[in-house]
């Protein structure tokens, strides 16, 4: 099992620019979630999912969007993206089960917005 | 979701127990109390778990506090590997969506 993993490692951007952060997930996972970190800060969540086809605003939605059309796979998209975007990007799976509360992590996008 | 309060960093010896505290005393009933940690450069990874009772895993132990207001994880022997953000987490069981609020967390050194 490959876990969580988060395309691409490492992305600069000039301001204004979009992309598309993918995250995957092999671990038939129903709930999926996409976090910002900023430095010397802790984790915020910015979208989530509870299953295929659902989305959900978190913390600091603004600025974002997601899809979940399959449910291995989680997009967060930056339409137009912006220097106070810049930030470490982490994705995020857990089963959803009665008994399973443990989110599992993804390595980490790191985006520079210039 | 209520708050956890942790000291911003501790500094432990190699191969000796470190306990880290964690104060939620606004936390009802519903709130399991949470234990991930992040290792330099790397996502979170989730620790321990639990509600009333102490627990136990091989990463480490969750002590909780009989008014559940402050809860201890212990390392029973830290390594170097074990340097990290430690960050204690309060999510409502009936949470819908399983959201976990992150704080600043506590970042441990370890000497050897």
């Known amino acids: 099992n490959a876990g969580v993993t988060q395309t691409p490692k490492f992305r600069v951007l000039k301001t204004g620019q979009s992309m598309t952060l993918l995250c995957a997930q092999d671990?038939?996972?129903?709930?999926m979630y996409w976090y910002r970190q900023d430095p010397g800060m802790g984790l915020r969540l910015i979208h989530y999912s509870v299953g295929e086809g659902t989305t959900a605003k978190g913390e600091v939605p603004d600025g974002y969007n997601v899809s979940r059309l399959k449910k291995q796979n989680f997009l967060l998209g930056l339409e137009s993206a912006a220097p106070s975007q810049t930030s470490v990007y982490f994705c995020?799976?857990?089963?959803?089960?009665?008994?399973?509360?443990?989110?599992?992590f993804g390595p980490g996008t790191r985006l520079t917005v210039l | 979701d209520a708050k956890t309060t942790q000291p911003n960093s501790m500094e432990s010896n190699e191969e000796e127990p470190v306990h880290l505290p964690c104060n939620h005393s606004t936390i009802s009933g519903t709130d399991y109390i949470h234990w991930y940690r992040q290792l330099p450069s790397q996502g979170p990874e989730y620790v321990i778990h639990g509600l009333t009772s102490n627990v136990n895993n091989r990463m480490a132990s969750l002590a909780i506090a009989e008014d559940r207001k402050s809860s201890t994880l212990i390392l029973h022997r830290a390594t170097l590997r074990d340097a990290a953000v430690y960050y204690c987490i309060l999510r409502d069981h009936y949470n819908q969506g399983g959201k976990l609020i992150f704080g600043q967390g506590t970042e441990l050194s370890v000497k050897p």
């Open positions: 995020a799976s857990r089963s959803g089960g009665a008994n399973e509360d443990t989110q599992y």
């Open positions: 671990m038939n996972h129903e709930y």
